[in-house]
C-alpha cells in the first residue's frame, strides 16, 4: 500500500500533526476515506513518535462498528499515513455547540459511546481522552469513538497502574488528580463529562480557572446539575450523569461486572436494545445535515497537493512538511526515524 493508490477529493480537517484529507481508493472507487498525514519531523520535534507508533499498533487490534477503524498505514520518506474511516457526520461538538439535543438523541449517542468504551476495554486498552471533539458522526447519525493517540494498555496490576497527566486536564478524573494511580475507570468518568455537556451544553467546571483551581474543584467532589432552559431533565437522565461522575472510581457505572449491570439496567437506560445498539443496528434517531458541511470550517483545497489526475503528490505532501535531510539530523532524530522505519508498518485491512 502507498500514496499512489489513493487520490485526493479534499482537505476536511487539520490534526496536531498535519492535515486529514478525504480520499478515494484508486482501484475501488466506491471506497472513500480519511487520510490522516503526520509529519514525522513534527513528531520528532514534539516528542510523539511513540505515541504515533502506539496509535497505530492499538488501531490495528480495533475492529469495532462503533470505532473509527483504520483501514491502511504505510510511510514514506516524510509522513506517516493512517488511512481511516470517513465521518462525514461531524463531530459531536459540532453538534452539541450548535443546538439543544432532546433526551431520546442523547440517550442513543450515550449508548452508542458506552458500547465503543465497553469494547475497547474488553480489548485490553484505555482510551484517556474521551470527549465530544474525539467522537464523529456517519452521514446516518450513528457514533464513532476515534483519536487513540494517548490510549494505553489498561494496567493489570495494582503496582503498574498509569500515572501520567495525560488527556484534556478538564476531563480527568479525580484519581489523575491525586497522582495515585488511575486505570480503564477514567474513561467512564470522561463519559459522564461528555455526558453532562450533551444535556446542559457546558462542562460541570468554570471555564477560566487555572489547572490548580481545576484540580481543587474536581478533588472537592460537588457537581451541580442546574435546570436547563425551557425544558427539564429528566430525573433518571441526572442520575445516570451521576452514576458515571462517582468520585470513587469503583462505584461508577461501567466499573467492573456490577458496575456495567447497574449501567444497563439503569431506568434512563431502560429502552435500549444493548445488542442492537452494538452492532449498529438501531436507526438513530438524530441524521446530520446531509445538504450542508458538519464542520466548523471550510478547508481549500491547494492546487500543489493534487495531481491533475486527482491522485496526491509526495512532492505536494513533502510542501507540507519540509523535512530535514538525514545528514542534517541530530543523533537523536536519526535514531527516531529509524524507530518509525521500524514500528510504523504497513496495514492493509483487506
Known amino acids: ?54 496509535e ?49 438523541v442523547i440517550r442513543f449517542w450515550m449508548a452508542e459511546l458506552i458500547c465503543a468504551v465497553k469494547y475497547l476495554h474488553f480489548q485490553g486498552f484505555v482510551h484517556r481522552d474521551i470527549k465530544p471533539d474525539n467522537i464523529l458522526l456517519d452521514q446516518e447519525g450513528h457514533i464513532h469513538l476515534t ?8 494496567p493489570r496490576k495494582p503496582q503498574s497502574l498509569l500515572r501520567s497527566r495525560s488527556g484534556t486536564i478538564v476531563y480527568f478524573a479525580p484519581e489523575v488528580f491525586k497522582g495515585h494511580g488511575y486505570n480503564e475507570d477514567v474513561d467512564w468518568w470522561s463519559v459522564g463529562i461528555t455526558f453532562y455537556e450533551c444535556i446542559y451544553g457546558k462542562r460541570p467546571w468554570p471555564g477560566n480557572e487555572t489547572a490548580e483551581e481545576l484540580a481543587q474543584t474536581v478533588l472537592r467532589g460537588t457537581i451541580c446539575y442546574p435546570s436547563t432552559e425551557g425544558r427539564s431533565v429528566s430525573p433518571s437522565c441526572v442520575s445516570a450523569i451521576q452514576g458515571f461522575l462517582e468520585y470513587e472510581p469503583n462505584n461508577r457505572l461501567g466499573h467492573g461486572t456490577s458496575g456495567w449491570n447497574r449501567l444497563v439496567q439503569h431506568p434512563f437506560f431502560h429502552s435500549v436494545n444493548w445488542n442492537a445498539i452494538d452492532t449498529k443496528q438501531t436507526t438513530p434517531p438524530f441524521r446530520p445535515s446531509s445538504s450542508q458541511g458538519n464542520f466548523d470550517a471550510i478547508y481549500d483545497i491547494e492546487d500543489l497537493l493534487v495531481h491533475s489526475s486527482g491522485s496526491i503528490s509526495p512532492r505536494a505532501a ?19 526515524l529509524k524507530e518509525i522505519d521500524e514500528k510504523f508498518k504497513p496495514f492493509d485491512y483487506t
Not at 498535519?18 to 520528532?44: F, L
Not at 483519536?147 to 489498561?154: G, K, V
Open 1 to 54: 500500500v502507498n500514496l499512489a493508490q489513493f487520490e485526493s477529493i479534499r482537505m476536511i480537517g487539520k490534526g496536531s500533526f498535519g492535515k486529514v484529507r478525504m480520499v478515494r481508493h484508486v482501484e475501488r472507487r466506491d471506497e472513500c476515506y480519511a487520510m490522516k498525514c503526520i509529519s514525522k519531523e513534527h513528531c520528532i520535534k514534539l516528542n510523539a513518535v511513540r505515541n504515533i507508533i502506539r
Open 56 to 104: 497505530r499498533t492499538i488501531l490495528e487490534q480495533l475492529a469495532h462498528p462503533l470505532v473509527c477503524n483504520m483501514r491502511f498505514a504505510f510511510h514514506d520518506a516524510s509522513t506517516m499515513y493512517m488511512v481511516m474511516d470517513l465521518m462525514l457526520g461531524g463531530d459531536m461538538r459540532f453538534h452539541i455547540s450548535r443546538q439543544r439535543h432532546p433526551e431520546n
Open 147 to 154: 483519536d487513540f493517540n494517548i490510549a494505553c494498555s489498561i
Open 318 to 336: 513533502n510542501w507540507f512538511f519540509r523535512s530535514s535531510q538525514p545528514s542534517e539530523l541530530d543523533e537523536r532524530r536519526v535514531r527516531l
